[in-house]
């Protein structure tokens, strides 16, 4: 099993990242509240591996950015190829709302390199389509700001087969991140069209928390692995497709330690066709 992926002839990246989404406060709200644990989540990763990492001016809003860019900050000799999203505006907690206004992305593009501390962008990705706006609209003004230099891979995130072939028809797109997981597979047959294409496949919400520690089966396969059942869901993603990239999200150094390690799991062919039946979609 393949355990990296190759974007362009400049990244190649570990396969299992990390998503910064947990670090800010409740509802994605608001500072940490150790703000300097946040940063340490952050810098243990790397210190494991980790080279991918996602992230998104609308977390916090800002904070998970700046996290993010003091942790590496404290490691100048890493290379990490960094991730983020724009196309939502935030309201208050756990509130999230679209908006793919050409300025407004433009805008966004802007905040994110200020608050990460970078000249361009690695992979910028669209949240979400803005039904208001056209899609040439929308990807048209991050193409243009490729062609400006300030960002050098276009993505998608939770999109369809049909809305992944039209952006492709206005720029070349290299990543999807669509809700996918071990229990949650309605997705699958976007993740099936990015195989077939070499696009990297982001799973956002990986470990489907709470659901994959119920269940007999997976308590079993988990206790054969001296592994617990999110390093089995995620061992089990890796196996999948070498196009996936799970960037499972914490707040824990320790989680995230045991997170990484589930890279190092080798799923039986019998156990990963065992746990494949588990989906409820």
């Known amino acids: 099993m393949n355990l990296t992926f190759k974007f362009d002839d400049d990244f190649t990246v570990n396969r299992l990242g990390f998503g910064t989404m947990q670090l800010p406060g409740t509802g994605v709200w608001g500072p940490a509240d150790d703000e300097k644990n946040a940063v340490d989540v952050i810098t243990t990763a790397v210190d494991h ?5 996602d992230t998104a ?17 404290q490691r100048p000799d890493n290379h990490v190829l960094v991730a983020t999203k ?16 050409p300025a407004y992305l433009r805008q966004q593009v802007e ?19 803005d039904a208001n706006f056209s899609l040439e609209d929308q990807i048209g003004e991050l193409a243009k700001m490729q062609q400006e230099g300030k960002i050098k891979h276009i993505g ?7 809305q ?54 997976m308590t ?14 995620l061992a089990w993603l890796l196996k999948r497709a070498e196009v996936i990239l799970p960037i499972p999200g914490t707040s824990s150094v320790d989680h995230v330690i045991s997170n990484i390690a589930a890279q190092n799991i080798t799923l039986s062919d019998a156990d990963f066709e065992t746990l494949s039946k588990m989906s409820t979609k």
């Open 220 to 233: 079993q396969i988990a206790k054969k692995y001296n592994a617990t059942p999110a390093q089995i869901a």
């Open 111 to 129: 905040e994110n390199l200020f608050s990460l501390g970078l000249d361009h962008i690695d992979l910028l990705q669209l949240h979400r389509i």
């Open 156 to 162: 998608l995130s939770q999109v369809s087969i049909y």
């Open 49 to 53: 591996g980790v080279n991918f990492i």
């Open 164 to 217: 992944l072939k039209s952006a492709q028809k206005i720029a070349p797109i290299v990543s999807v991140q669509n809700r996918y997981n071990l229990v949650d597979r309605a997705d699958e047959d976007v993740l099936n069209y990015a195989e077939e294409n070499n696009i990297a496949f982001i799973p956002w919400f990986p470990l489907a928390t709470g659901k994959l520690t119920s269940g007999s089966k």
């Open 57 to 73: 001016d609308s977390y916090g809003p800002l904070y998970a950015n700046l996290y993010l860019r003091k942790a590496l900050e």
């Open 86 to 101: 724009v196309g939502f505006t935030r309201q208050g907690p756990s509130e999230w709302t679209e908006l793919g206004s």
